[in-house]
Antibody
Framework: EVQLVQSGAEVKKPGESLKISCKGS????????IGWVRQMPGKGLEWMGI????????RYSPSFQGQVIISVDKSISTAYLQWRSLKASDTAIYYC??????????????WGQGTLVTVSS | DIQMTQSPSTLSASVGDRVTITCRAS??????LAWYQQKPGKAPRPLIY???SLESGVPSRFSGSGSGTEFTLTISSLQPDDFATYYC?????????FGQGTKVEIK
């Protein structure tokens, strides 16, 4: 069974750093792109970026380029989303999801359960 | 970025109704369009990919159509489990933008 299991909820202060994770299982983790999607409170879905675990090729949305870092540790089948300095506006649920196409332009067929990140002073 | 615009933003309907949601792209996306269903507090559930292909386990009352820039998601007979928010996503080019969502409410 394909599963993406994300790390737990986080409460952080502005300016702090954070790295959340997404562990894949039940499939060949190296062969499928993993994307990250943001959902701010009461809002819609926003495509942040995507990474190919096989060679760590990464694409970012221009809206998120320079704001977050997407990485992967293929030895433990885990993708990461990282911030160096959080802002209150980063408060959101973050989903990881598995891409289906060969390439970074992909729909998503499996989703993690989401990680709630709250940034507040 | 390609902009995706869904209409309506909110839709009130009754069980048994036929429901249609429209998604328009700001430029042609060929047939690279997906639909997702999201319920409160849950992750999105994939429904349809490549305009009209149903994901595994999705009931046949869901269907998708369209090409180029205009697409529709149809629920042929709305069931109680279908009250949710629906999102389209284009994956013709990066970033793979989503529509703003359509909330299907109980009338």
């Amino acid at each position: 069974e394909v599963q993406l299991v994300q790390s737990g909820a986080e409460v952080k202060k502005p300016g702090e750093s954070l790295k959340i994770s997404c562990k894949g299982s039940g499939y060949n983790f190296m062969s499928y792109w993993i994307g990250w999607v943001r959902q701010m409170p009461g809002k819609g879905l926003e495509w942040m970026g995507i990474i190919y675990p096989g060679d760590s090729e990464t694409r970012y949305s221009p809206s998120f380029q320079g704001q977050v870092i997407i990485s992967v540790d293929k030895s433990i089948s885990t993708a990461y989303l990282q911030w160096r300095s959080l802002k209150a506006s980063d408060t959101a649920i973050y989903y990881c999801a598995r891409g289906t196409r060969d390439g970074y332009n992909s729909n998503f067929d499996y989703w993690g359960q989401g990680t709630l990140v709250t940034v507040s002073s | 970025d390609i902009q995706m615009t869904q209409s309506p933003s909110t839709l009130s309907a009754s069980v048994g109704d036929r429901v249609t949601i429209t998604c328009r792209a700001s430029q042609s996306i060929s047939n690279w369009l997906a639909w997702y269903q999201q319920k409160p507090g849950k992750a999105p559930r994939p429904l349809i990919y490549k305009v009209s292909s149903l994901e595994s386990g999705v009931p046949s009352r869901f269907s998708g159509s369209g090409s180029g820039t205009e697409f529709t998601l149809t629920i042929s007979s709305l069931q109680p489990d279908d009250f949710a928010t629906y999102y389209c996503q284009q994956y013709n080019s990066s970033p793979g933008t989503f529509g703003q969502g359509t909330k299907v409410e109980i009338k």
